[in-house]
T-cell receptor
Framework: DGGITQSPKYLFRKEGQNVTLSCEQN?????MYWYRQDPGQGLRLIYY???????QKGDIAEGYSVSREKKESFPLTVTSAQKNPTAFYLC?????????????FGEGSWLTVV | AQSVTQLGSHVSVSEGALVLLRCNYS??????LFWYVQYPNQGLQLLLK??????LVKGINGFEAEFKKSETSFHLTKPSAHMSDAAEYFC???????????FGDGTTLTVKP
């Protein structure tokens, strides 16, 4: 089935560690996104990419990094510089061709600092 | 610039009652508007979207929304609530096909038996 796969679903990070969240899509979408969601709050955009080997900072990019080496993959690294990383992370993708492009979401990954 | 305001972070209705979730937007150009639903520990799922065609948009699970340009609103409604409708609902706006989407803070819908 077509969709977006995020892994792992649950991840624990020690202070000072970098961790990477995986996101793969088989929808042939050009654009991919990473959002952060804190409990009881809305979505905040971390990074997005509209083409391979190019990406732009979103509203809260500090302490995060991404890469887009392949169209179907958009991993997010949460670095030790991110002081409050505990949150629910959502990866998403969309086509850039159709009108009113729908953003499709993965199932999310929980990151907890221990 | 674009923004979304969802009025009411929590809405509670009885089973069988009307559901009304409010969304107002701000956009410098004609927008695309979306409603998404999120169940606990899951991603967001599209309920419906407005893309400048009919102003009354019908979505999945019996939901619909009406685009009112004069009021800059895109409220979500459902005539009769089911227990399975309990979830968090997000309104989103997008200016262009290649633009970023802006999400509201969400409204948690509780359905009482």
């Amino acid at each position: 089935d077509g969709g977006i796969t995020q892994s792992p679903k649950y991840l624990f990070r020690k202070e000072g560690q970098n961790v990477t969240l995986s996101c793969e899509q088989n929808l042939n979408h050009d654009a991919m996104y990473w959002y952060r969601q804190d409990p009881g709050q809305g979505l905040r955009l971390i990074y997005y990419s509209q083409i391979v080997n190019d990406f732009q900072k979103g509203d809260i990019a500090e302490g995060y990094s991404v890469s887009r080496e392949k169209k179907e993959s958009f991993p997010l690294t949460v670095t030790s510089a991110q002081k409050n990383p505990t949150a629910f992370y959502l990866c998403a993708s969309s086509s850039l061709l159709s009108s009113g492009n729908t953003i499709y979401f993965g199932e999310g990954s929980w990151l907890t600092v221990v | 610039a674009q923004s979304v305001t969802q009025l009411g972070s929590h809405v509670s209705v009885s089973e069988g009652a009307l559901v009304l979730l409010r969304c107002n937007y701000s956009s410098s150009v004609p927008p695309y508007l979306f409603w998404y639903v999120q169940y606990p520990n899951q991603g967001l799922q599209l309920l419906l979207k407005y893309t400048s065609a009919a102003t009354l948009v019908k979505g999945i699970n019996g939901f619909e929304a009406e685009f009112k340009k004069s009021e800059t609103s895109f409220h979500l409604t459902k005539p009769s609530a089911h227990m399975s409708d309990a979830a968090e609902y997000f309104c989103a706006v997008r200016n262009t096909n290649a633009g970023k989407s802006t999400f509201g803070d969400g409204t948690t819908l509780t359905v009482k038996p």
